[in-house]
């Protein structure tokens, strides 16, 4: 099982994140967040695959110079039907996938 880390999300028109760029994280010797490898912008139906095939998906916010852990990521399905992502605590407030940056 592997952990990935969201740093930053591009949305659609209707709000819906449609990209994230992500990468390989692991926990450093102090115990803060890290990267294993240079992240990559890729499409929302990558981060779903990788939930499907049981790997942990969070965010990460920076904070000054350190990268701080956000809520774990799963899916959800709304009305129209096609598997999306949100944050599992989506009610802590400045933590969301909308919280983090855009590109």
Do not use: C
């Not at 095939?53 to 709304?78: M, Q, S, W, Y």
């Amino acid at each position: 099982m592997s952990v990935h880390l969201i740093e930053a999300v591009r949305l659609n028109d209707a709000g819906r994140v449609e990209m994230v760029r992500w990468g390989r994280g692991h926990r450093k010797a102090d115990g803060s967040a890290g990267w294993e490898a240079v992240t990559v912008e890729q499409e929302v139906s990558l981060v779903v695959d990788a939930l499907h095939f049981g790997d942990e998906v969070a965010t990460a916010f920076k904070v000054g110079n350190d990268l701080v852990l956000g809520p774990r990521v799963h899916i959800v399905i709304p009305e129209y039907g096609i598997e999306d992502i949100d944050t599992i605590d989506h009610d802590v407030p400045g933590r969301t996938l909308a919280d983090l940056p855009r590109f």
